[in-house]
């Protein structure tokens, strides 16, 4: 197995692990069937950066994702209702690739866009060709990256966007990850907005 294919099955560990079979309601081994295609397709890639693994919302609902991180044993939690969860939607161009798994190449959480209204830092993204992360995707950082929430900052997440307007936002509260949202036109000098360089699904390595 590659460095890269290696990585994916670590990552499809500890969600299986953390019981993301159960929130999709299989059984953990036919879970791991699904990530075959793409950790297979890994083994022969030269990636060599980081990135993410990341369930699409059709295998797991992204309400119930964030009580499955942890900093310290304490507990990802939010005060948004599920309906609001799941409206945060992944904006056009920003739709994941096909398939029940796909990765985020090298993401970050945005720390040069700290303190910045999501919308200008949408712009700025955009003119730095980055991408912005959507929920699903700022939630997998959070699963298997909670770390960063402490080394780092919090995060806005562009990609995705309720009808009302607002975007989604992983921060530390309590001492603990928490999911909420934001207003595009608000500041908070301690989120940074989420981006990475590509994505791909099993598709794109064909």
């Excluded at 056009?92 to 398939?99: I, S, T, Y």
């Excluded at 029940?100 to 866009?113: E, M, N, Q, R, S």
């Excluded at 994505?199 to 390595?205: D, E, K, P």
Aim: hydrophobic share 40%; proline share 9%; aromatic share 8%.
């Amino acid at each position: 197995m590659s460095r890269a294919s290696d990585e994916a099955q670590r990552q499809l560990d500890r969600i299986v692990a953390l019981g993301y079979p159960d929130v999709a309601d299989m059984s953990d081994s036919a879970f791991r069937a699904l990530a075959k295609p793409i950790i297979h397709a890994l083994e022969d890639s030269e990636l060599t950066i980081g990135f993410v693994l990341v369930p699409t919302r059709e295998l797991v609902s992204p309400e119930s994702l964030i009580a499955r991180t942890s900093i310290n044993r304490m507990a990802g939690f939010t005060t948004l209702p599920p309906r609001d969860i799941i409206s945060f939607t992944p904006q056009h161009g920003f739709e994941p690739p096909e398939g029940p798994f796909y990765i985020v190449l090298d993401p970050h959480t945005g720390t040069a866009y700290v303190n910045r209204e999501p919308d200008v830092a949408r712009k700025l993204i955009d003119s730095d060709d980055r991408l912005p992360l959507t929920l699903e995707e700022g939630l997998s950082i959070a699963t298997q990256h909670p770390n960063w929430l402490l080394e780092k900052n919090g995060f806005n997440l562009l990609g995705s966007r309720s009808p009302d307007g607002r975007v989604p936002s992983i921060w530390m509260s309590q001492n603990a990850p928490r999911l909420a949202s934001v207003w595009p036109n608000s500041r908070h000098t301690w989120l940074g907005n989420a981006y990475c360089m590509g994505r791909q699904g099993i598709s794109l390595f064909h």
